[in-house]
């Protein structure tokens, strides 16, 4: 008898989740990524706030799955699905292919999206890539180097003025290690300007940062930003993002960097299988995340809207991907061996964390909520834990390590162009028009 | 009394030299260079090869001077030189400063050059920068991963068929490290092709790869590359680059990825300076460094054509920087001071080295040369060794083990566009006109 085929679109936490799952199967399985590597997007922003190297977050799909030999990874980029047929189309180098499924699983994601504003994706990038991060790197590095040749006072301050426009995890975490990074690291190394007066601006719409979170983590949260020097301004939205920074209601503030971590617009799955999708560009999917009218069809991660067998939202986030994908794993063995699908999908909230800067951090574990120096080496604990390979545990620890007790970050670099920034994104076919900032609550942590 | 100013531009080992002989002087020193770093380049070729992250071996200049507060640095790119004003002209962000001199030091290095065909570029790129390291990278792994997706059998041979034009170190090293990568460390990443297959292909024009070394050392490097599986073919000219691969004499190779090794242009200082340049586009400078009718301008390492006190050519590796670099401080240190000029600038050899692959490495210190494993092992120290930054050299030490233990790469990540590649030369005006391959024997290593 003919194997089935498993077709999983996207290697991030989802779709890994799948193949886990699938890993002692009978089956055959394909893997189509637009990238060759897993990301782990919690440490992203370390990326791009010159912590880390790239390579100590991304690990090769390939290296991954080496071990499976039913699994074929292919690097393209799906544009169709045809139900009917059970086919997926992907663009694999210069040609496209069509590669056939009994199973498909599509673990797509999202992108950052600027609410029908897409011209301001130039002005102010969002955190979603390696290519986003070591461009937002640039950028800021940048600001300082022509703040230190500038003549001109006003665009001094300017230039050393970074916005981050969005109090969500990303955003809580960006704001305070480009804080850091100004106020400390760089502190020493300029003679014209001085780092330590630079101004970091986080800019939430909603009544608090950290709106997933208790209320009294939000608080300190802002705490500890405040403390670090950030400005935090919550119930403020932006209404502009031109040359000169951000507008926020009416006022504009100028700003040199802008960073946009304010809302997330699910990839285009959606119109790949001719369904509706949400105001946020997310497939409705059923409480086992098979799609209405496509027993066979699975969407999980980012790019779902479901709500699991208690009537609880499945939110946007990194575990919500890993049970949904683990939960469909399970349903595809169940079928394949004939067996009756498996107990109903309830989501398990594992807890929330968020870092703000070396010495913060805020836990939520429903039973139990921790904040300060003790939830910053939970922190710490939890994500090397999570993070994939022996080596980058190791990699990451030590630069860790490094920064801790020399104050300094370590990849400091300026490289490559800015054209990085827009080769990367979704067309903007595919995101919806104007919706104000803060409807979103998904964010990938 | 107004402090003399020192303007070096270009931070690689020769503009560094400078610093560090200067570096208690009581003068006003500015850097200039187009980035933000200095590049370790006897190891780039690992970052082309997915061995180490580009920030192991590029350490942002700030940091390097942060303890030197009478040393300003400035990232903007120099377009000419005012000699009767005493001013250089830069690029600092979008707009043209004027920074005055007393004394001038251009050390501005080499780039890759096609004598005359400079279309070759964007089908062979070279490597001298982060960005022509990363691109290499890319295009590498890219052609795995195209072959993995192809059906035509002759377009697989194609893709797996890797041409390194040029037999000096940069050609040697990147030779063996990628028979390594495809033979080793990607082995069992596929499940269409067999990465085994891959053939490598290292291309000399003159009589025999490394002929900067001696004879013996050669015929023990050639020896070593076949060993690890790569094709050496000597006296053999490439007369012309395609999109199906590489021409020899008049044979037609077909080769999915092919690197330029072959030569090097000077950056154009000459052309700043108004001065005639030779067939490399270098600087004739006096045996002091300094150039014939300016006293206060020296140009030194890749840039500068300089015969020494004893009528020795001084190479074009970082050597010769390196020691061009501390004589040119001391001269300025003597001027100053009003003391008389330092005894004359004697090149010393200091040997030179390159590795083949994992186990083998041929250095030669003139007064005794060794090849084989214990030559890697001491290849392996001096280079740790010389890496500037403690926090580097752990690293490096640690990849290198993780590498060498697991056969595996640590950094195959496929990121950024090719774009990368362009922004980054010499403008090509400045580039002069065909030369034969094989004329010109510098290179950086």
Redesign the interface.
């Known amino acids: 008898m003919k194997k089935s085929r498993v077709v999983i679109v996207g290697a991030g936490f989802g779709g890994l989740a799948v193949v886990r799952a699938l890993s002692k199967a009978d089956v055959e399985i394909v893997v189509i990524d637009r ?3 897993h990301l782990f997007q919690p440490l992203l922003y370390q990326v791009a706030s010159a912590v880390l ?4 977050i ?1 690990i ?1 799909i ?2 991954l799955l ?1 071990g499976l ?1 039913h699994v ?5 980029e799906v544009d169709s699905v045809d139900t009917a047929g059970q086919s997926v189309r992907a663009k ?2 210069e040609s496209f ?1 069509n590669i056939d499924y009994d199973y498909l699983v599509l673990a797509t994601g999202a992108r950052h999206a600027y609410f029908g504003n897409d011209h301001w994706e130039a002005l102010a990038p969002g955190l979603k890539t ?2 986003d991060a ?1 461009a937002i790197r640039n950028r800021i ?1 940048m600001a300082f ?2 703040a ?3 003549d001109d006072p006003d665009e001094v301050r300017r230039l050393l003025t970074i916005a981050v426009v969005g109090g969500g995890p990303t955003g809580v975490e960006m704001a305070g290690t480009i804080a850091e990074l100004a106020h400390a690291a ?1 502190s ?5 300007i001085n780092p330590e007066q630079t101004r970091v601006i986080l800019v939430e719409g909603g009544q608090r940062v950290l709106a997933s979170f208790p209320e009294e983590l939000s608080i300190a949260a802002a705490q500890s930003l405040r403390k670090l020097g950030v400005e935090v301004h919550q119930g403020a939205r932006v209404t502009d993002c031109n040359k000169i920074g951000i507008v926020i209601g009416d006022k504009q503030i100028p700003a040199g960097t802008i960073i946009w971590a304010a809302g997330v617009q699910a990839s285009p799955a959606a119109s790949w299988l001719g369904v509706a999708a949400d105001r946020a560009g997310r497939v409705k999917v059923e409480a086992d995340f098979h799609v209405a009218g496509h027993e066979n069809v699975f969407v999980i991660g980012d790019t779902a809207s479901q709500t699991d067998a208690r009537g609880k939202v499945v939110p946007g986030v990194a575990q919500g991907a890993i049970q949904g994908g683990a939960h469909v794993g399970k349903q595809i063995l169940a079928r394949i061996a004939g067996q009756p699908a498996p107990a109903p999908f309830r989501y398990r909230n594992m807890g929330n964390m968020a870092t703000i800067g070396r010495h913060a951090a805020v836990a939520d574990f429903g039973w139990f909520r921790i904040k300060g120096g003790l939830a910053w080496w939970l922190w710490g604990a939890v994500h090397i834990f999570f993070l994939i390979g022996f ?1 980058n545990r ?2 990451v620890m ?1 630069h860790w390590l ?1 920064s801790f007790l020399t104050f ?1 970050r ?8 800015e ?2 920034l827009k ?1 990367d994104g979704f067309e903007s076919r595919d995101i919806q028009p104007a919706l104000p900032l803060g409807v979103l609550q998904t964010d990938s942590k």
């Open positions: 990238r060759n590597h190297s790239p390579a100590e991304a090769p390939r290296s080496t030999p074929t990874v292919m690097m393209g694999i180098g292919e390696i290519d070591t590095l180097e022509q230190e040749m500038a760089l020493k190394e300029f003679r014209h080596r190791i990699a030590l490094w300094k370590g990849v400091c670099l300026i490289t490559g162009g054209t990085a080769s």
